[in-house]
């Protein structure tokens, strides 16, 4: 008799994600026990950052935190992940993406690809939106337009004392009218295409809003070779395929970390 599958999405979720760019799982991705134990390691972060760093800005905290392998590297995740982009997985990326109470930063309307688009090809990331705090209208969550997955767009500056990013797509392709609300309970998630148009608006409100990005790609696609310097990616399931090079998931690369800070908070 077949072993059961463990994969965590159904048919008909993997035709919605390819056809939306996006899908809400609203479920549980972790036992209580174990989520309850990333928000208070996260909590524990939050409470450490130095006054002049904002909670936006907690971008690869893996890289010096090998902690959050346990939950990076979960089934739990790897099982979300794999009915779309294969049993071969690495791990590109993850970000604490939190805005505080009363001054959350907006994030303006992007692709992800346009980031990326010199570190690797093709451009085949799946992030997991983690909701560590409920994220809801009211406290600036996620919003998305379906099917926007050009991937292309043309980015110009915005100012990066409001936004948390530094480039916004254009206004004109933007229609807002067609835009959707993801709103999410603690422990549950989104899963969208790093081609889609999204953004969320500032947090005004007297809630946090933090979410957990963790960012995967099949282990097909190919990091560039001047990326290596500056960023690592880890194998987390199966086997290499495009002669990548992955970083050790017991090391702490505290140097490349701080790089990654700086890089950041002179945005």
């Keep these: 008799m077949p072993e059961k599958s463990t994969l965590r999405l159904t048919a ?5 994600y390819r056809k939306e760019g996006f899908i809400v799982y609203d479920d549980p991705v972790f036992p209580q026990k174990k989520f309850d134990a990333l928000k208070a390691h996260f909590d524990e972060e939050f409470a450490a950052l130095p006054p002049d760093v904002r909670p936006e800005s907690m971008d690869v905290p893996h890289f010096a935190d090998v902690k959050l392998f346990d939950w990076l590297f979960s089934d739990e995740v790897l099982d979300l992940v794999e009915p779309i982009i294969g049993p071969d997985i690495a791990l590109f990326s993850s970000h604490f993406i939190c805005k505080p109470k009363g ?3 907006r994030v303006p309307w992007h692709e992800d690809s346009f980031y990326w688009n010199s570190m690797i090809a093709p451009m085949q990331v799946v992030t997991v939106w983690l909701a560590i705090d409920a994220s809801t209208q009211e406290n600036g969550a996620m919003l998305v337009i ?3 997955l050009d991937g292309n767009s043309e980015h110009e500056e915005v100012d ?6 530094p480039w916004e797509v254009r206004r004109r392709p ?3 009218g067609k ?12 899963l969208h295409d790093g081609r889609l148009l999204h953004g969320s608006p500032p947090n005004t409100s007297n809630l946090r809003r933090c979410g957990y990005t963790m960012r995967y790609m099949p282990t097909t696609v190919k990091m560039s070779e001047p990326t290596y310097a500056v960023h690592n990616i880890y194998l ?3 086997k290499d395929h495009a002669g ?10 505290e140097e490349l970390a701080k790089y990654r800070r700086r890089v950041e908070n002179g945005h």
């Design 12 to 16: 008909g979720q993997v035709t919605e």
């Design 103 to 105: 001054n959350g930063k």
């Design 146 to 148: 379906p099917r926007s």
């Design 160 to 165: 990066p004392n409001k936004n948390v990013l």
């Design 174 to 176: 933007v229609d807002d």
């Design 179 to 190: 835009a959707v609300t993801i709103e999410l309970q603690p422990n549950h998630a989104s």
């Design 236 to 238: 987390a399931r199966g």
């Design 244 to 253: 990548n090079r992955y970083g050790d998931p017991t090391k702490n690369y």
